[in-house]
C-alpha cells in the first residue's frame, strides 16, 4: 500500500470503522467477487460476503496427556551407601568400613610385595621407551620406562634393570 491511503486508514477515513455514516456506505458497496480470470475483483470497492449461514464458534477439544513417571524402582545392587543396623550399645566400638568413592578404585586388601631388582637386561631403545631381547616393548621417557607389568625400570646404554 502507498504511504497515503496508510495515513487514511489511520485516520479513520477508509473502511468501516470510521463511524456510523461510513457503517452504512460499506453495508451498501456490492459484494465482493471474482473476475472469470480468477485473478481480480470483480467490482471495486467492495465488501465482503456475508456467511452462508450462521456457523458458531467451535471450541477445540483440549487434550491433556499425563506425562509418565520416568524414575524406574532403585536397583539395590547400585546403592553403594552404608547399610545401617542397629548395634549392641555394650558392644564394643567396631571399625569404621571404607565405602569406594568415585573414579577411585577399592583399596587392595594386602598387596603382595614387589620382587627384587631383576638381572640387568641388554635392550635397545627409542624416544618412545625400550625394547627387550624377547620383544617386550617398555614404554617411557629415556633413562626411565615402565614394563607392562607396571615396574619401573631404569635403562643406562644397552642395560635395563626392574625394581
Known amino acids: 500500500m502507498t504511504f497515503p491511503i496508510l495515513l487514511a ?5 477508509l473502511g468501516p470503522a470510521a463511524g456510523a455514516d461510513s457503517l452504512e456506505e460499506y ?8 473476475a472469470a480470470d480468477g ?3 470483480l467490482v471495486e470497492p467492495c465488501r465482503t ?11 477445540v477439544p483440549q487434550i491433556v496427556t499425563p506425562t509418565p513417571r520416568i524414575a524406574p524402582a532403585p536397583d539395590p545392587a547400585l546403592s553403594w551407601g552404608p547399610v545401617l543396623t542397629r548395634r549392641d550399645p555394650a558392644a564394643p566400638p567396631s571399625a569404621i568400613a571404607q565405602l569406594p ?14 620382587p627384587g631388582p631383576s638381572a640387568p637386561i641388554p635392550v635397545t631403545c627409542d624416544a618412545g621407551g625400550c625394547r627387550d631381547p624377547s620383544g617386550i616393548y617398555h614404554h617411557g621417557p629415556p ?6 607389568t607396571g615396574r619401573v625400570c631404569s635403562h643406562n646404554g644397552v642395560w635395563m634393570t626392574c625394581y
Open 39 to 41: 485473478k481480480r475483483l
Open 27 to 34: 453495508r451498501r458497496l456490492p459484494e465482493c467477487r471474482l
Open 9 to 13: 486508514l489511520a485516520a479513520g477515513l
Open 143 to 148: 633413562g626411565q620406562v615402565t614394563s607392562p
Open 101 to 114: 568413592r568415585a573414579g577411585r578404585p577399592a583399596a587392595p586388601a594386602a598387596a603382595a610385595p614387589l
Open 49 to 59: 460476503a456475508p456467511a452462508r449461514k450462521d456457523m458458531p464458534r467451535r471450541p
